[in-house]
């Protein structure tokens, strides 16, 4: 099963997370499609969108724990960071659909899209310092500036899942929008853009995301390069081994 479809249509780059027995979970090579399908809709000059999405009752569920766990590479050489890269630099307009789960990355990647529209049945949530890590894609620069620190230390600090009404209001999503609708609303505004004078878009979307642009890939670097050190940590181990054994993590012992 290709778990990464791409399709270009009307000026559309369609980016579907395809992998539904597993959650929509990323895998290494999902990334690289990903990834690869960003830098391509960038660089066609007939490509005027992206629109990201999963299925109506799941987003993803984040990055397969399996490979924090088996630890194949450094993670600044990741997929993921690739990944992480080209969504946070593309330059065509990026407009994702999320229904059901949207975790870890889920809602991370979601910080550089311009438009994001939700069904009432998303849960969005960033679980990384309850697994023992640290935020990535920039969200702990990111998710401040767009929520507040209030909003953001309650999103990461206790890394708990949130409702689609409660990322409306902290500004990670445009719309909410009847689960039935989510897609073709999404279409629909992919399409609009799409109809838009081009390097109006892009240049109007560059200079949005002018003044932030150094510091969320400084950001994103130095979180990839503490991200690695969590996962080599004593409390990463517990908290990642206690997820796949389905049992409550013990921190009692670490100071």
């Given at each position: 099963?290709?778990?990464?479809?791409?399709?270009?249509?009307?000026?559309?780059?369609?980016?579907?997370?395809?992998?539904?027995?597993?959650?929509n979970?990323?895998?290494?090579?999902?990334?690289?499609?990903?990834?690869?399908?960003?830098?391509?809709?960038?660089?066609?000059?007939?490509?005027?969108?992206?629109?990201?999405?999963?299925?109506?009752?799941?987003?993803?569920?984040?990055?397969?724990?399996?490979?924090?766990?088996?630890?194949?590479?450094?993670?600044?050489?990741?997929?993921?960071?690739?990944?992480?890269r080209?969504?946070?630099?593309?330059?065509?307009?990026?407009?994702?659909?999320?229904?059901?789960?949207?975790?870890?990355?889920?809602?991370?990647?979601?910080?550089?899209?311009?438009l994001?529209?939700?069904?009432?049945?998303?849960?969005?949530?960033?679980?990384?310092?309850?697994?023992?890590?640290?935020?990535?894609?920039?969200?702990?620069?990111?998710?401040?500036?767009?929520?507040?620190?209030?909003r953001?230390?309650?999103?990461?600090?206790?890394?708990?899942?949130?409702?689609?009404?409660?990322?409306?209001?902290?500004?990670?999503v445009?719309?909410?929008?009847?689960?039935?609708?989510?897609?073709e609303?999404?279409?629909?505004?992919?399409?609009?853009?799409?109809?838009?004078?081009?390097?109006?878009?892009?240049?109007?979307?560059?200079?949005?995301?002018?003044?932030?642009?150094?510091?969320?890939?400084?950001?994103?670097?130095?979180?990839?390069?503490?991200?690695?050190?969590?996962?080599?940590?004593?409390?990463?181990?517990?908290?990642?081994?206690?997820?796949?054994?389905?049992?409550?993590?013990?921190?009692?012992?670490?100071?």
């Open positions: 099963m290709n778990h990464v479809i791409v399709e270009t249509r009307d000026r559309i780059t369609r980016i579907e997370l395809n992998r539904p027995e597993k959650k979970a990323l895998s290494p090579e999902m990334y690289a499609a990903m990834a690869q399908a960003l830098k391509a809709a960038d660089a066609d000059a007939q490509v005027r969108a992206v629109l990201i999405h999963g299925q109506r009752d799941c987003f993803t569920s984040g990055n397969d724990v399996k490979d924090f766990l088996e630890l194949p590479r450094g993670p600044g050489d990741s997929p993921a960071a690739g990944f992480l080209a969504i946070s630099t593309a330059r065509k307009p990026l407009v994702a659909a999320v229904g059901g789960p949207a975790v870890g990355i889920g809602t991370t990647m979601l910080l550089h899209c311009d994001v529209y939700a069904a009432p049945n998303a849960r969005l949530q960033m679980p990384f310092v309850p697994l023992g890590l640290l935020p990535e894609a920039a969200s702990s620069l990111l998710l401040p500036a767009m929520a507040g620190y209030r953001a230390a309650e999103m990461l600090l206790l890394g708990g899942p949130f409702s689609a009404e409660k990322a409306l209001a902290a500004g990670i445009t719309e909410i929008v009847p689960e039935g609708e989510l897609l609303r999404a279409r629909q505004a992919a399409a609009a853009l799409a109809a838009l004078p081009p390097e109006s878009v892009r240049m109007t979307k560059e200079l949005m995301k002018r003044a932030l642009a150094p510091a969320v890939q400084e950001r994103m670097t130095e979180e990839l390069g503490l991200f690695g050190e969590r996962l080599r940590s004593p409390e990463a181990k517990e908290a990642l081994s206690a997820f796949m054994e389905k049992r409550k993590p013990d921190f009692s012992r670490f100071s």
